[in-house]
């Protein structure tokens, strides 16, 4: 069967399980770098039955297939994706509380609305992740973090769907979080929910770090543009936005991609910038950095 034929079986599938199907659906309305060409089908899954069967008949057909969440850390192909991609949506963003300090949550729930919902019930924990833009299953996915916190601090359980179609669980120590990793980076997965384990707190002084690290954000990231975060992993012993400025690459453009000028940790799309320009400019920074500061810069964005 040709991967087209292959792919045309999950669609039909997921339209007799009542999911949402969008056939060449362009990738840029759905990344926060708006880039990325189409994906060959998008399908919107509400309920944790119809995913397991979905990704285990895409394992079977031999189809790729991705979560797409808030689209936050991605740089997407401009020859868009010749798979499906799934978003989820319905019960994977609820949010309940299993005791006083302990919260589970849908995958596909925004970490925005997560630290809304700790700031509410006096739970501390979470203030670092105010302001970042992606879901709680890409933050975990990846370890999110900032401000001396990462999403390791709080995480107690994820819950996800393997290859198979089988669900299981992995504890925290399970999932292998440190610097921007988890198990999931090497093993196929879809995590479904999110435990975090938090700790009371003063409503008001967990409001005021909230507020103060939002207003870094503000000051200090090109918040204006489009981008997909920071670009590149923190070198040991250095801060990557600093090596790249120190080479007079702030401001550095190639097509629509540009090194902002507020921030040399970002590439920001100042119009039109395509995932070439991206990586073009990725590139040059890397090779400039490495000759001139003798430093290999990794890249922390996910590429589709």
């Known amino acids: 069967?040709?991967?087209?034929?292959?792919?045309?079986?999950?669609?039909?599938?997921?339209?007799?399980?009542?999911?949402?199907?969008?056939?060449?659906?362009?990738?840029?309305?759905?990344?926060?770098?708006?880039?990325?060409?189409?994906?060959?089908?998008?399908?919107?899954?509400?309920?944790?039955?119809?995913?397991?069967?979905?990704?285990?008949?895409?394992?079977?057909?031999?189809?790729?297939?991705?979560?797409?969440?808030?689209?936050?850390?991605?740089?997407?192909?401009?020859?868009?994706?010749?798979?499906?991609?799934?978003?989820?949506?319905?019960?994977?963003?609820?949010?309940?509380?299993?005791?006083?300090?302990?919260?589970?949550?849908?995958?596909?729930?925004?970490l925005a609305r997560l630290c809304k919902y700790a700031l509410d019930h006096s739970l501390s924990g979470l203030e670092f992740a105010w302001g970042i833009p992606g879901t709680v299953g890409g933050a975990v996915f990846m370890n999110a973090g900032a401000y001396g916190g990462e999403m390791k601090d709080v995480v107690e359980r994820a819950s996800f769907v393997a290859p198979d179609g089988t669900v299981g669980t992995k504890t925290a120590k399970q999932l292998e979080l440190s610097y921007r990793h988890s198990i999931f980076a090497d093993t196929p997965g879809i995590i479904t929910s999110v435990t975090v384990m938090l700790r009371h707190g003063d409503r008001e002084i967990i409001r005021g770090k909230m507020e103060d690290f939002m207003d870094r954000r503000r000051t200090k990231q090109p918040l204006e543009y489009?981008?997909?975060?920071?670009?590149?992993?923190?070198?040991?012993?250095?801060?990557?936005?600093?090596?790249?400025?120190?080479?007079?690459?702030?401001?550095?453009?190639?097509?629509?991609?540009?090194?902002?000028?507020?921030?040399?940790?970002?590439?920001?799309?100042?119009?039109?910038?395509?995932?070439?320009?991206?990586?073009?400019l990725v590139e040059f920074i890397q090779e400039t950095v490495l000759r001139e500061k003798g430093v290999s810069l990794e890249c922390e964005i996910r590429r589709v």
Request: glycine share 12%; hydrophobic share 40%.
């Open 1 to 110: 069967m040709s991967i087209n034929s292959s792919i045309g079986s999950v669609i039909a599938a997921a339209k007799e399980m009542n999911c949402a199907v969008s056939e060449n659906e362009p990738l840029s309305k759905y990344t926060t770098f708006k880039i990325g060409g189409p994906a060959s089908a998008m399908v919107t899954v509400t309920d944790a039955a119809s995913l397991s069967k979905l990704y285990a008949l895409c394992s079977e057909l031999s189809v790729p297939c991705f979560i797409l969440g808030n689209g936050s850390n991605l740089l997407v192909s401009d020859d868009g994706y010749n798979g499906v991609v799934f978003r989820l949506d319905g019960g994977f963003k609820e949010i309940v509380n299993i005791d006083e300090r302990t919260v589970k949550c849908g995958s596909a729930l925004s």
């Open 226 to 280: 489009p981008s997909a975060g920071s670009v590149f992993k923190r070198p040991e012993g250095h801060f990557a936005g600093g090596l790249i400025e120190e080479c007079g690459l702030k401001g550095k453009q190639i097509g629509g991609a540009q090194v902002s000028e507020k921030h040399a940790g970002f590439i920001i799309n100042k119009g039109g910038a395509t995932c070439s320009d991206v990586l073009s």
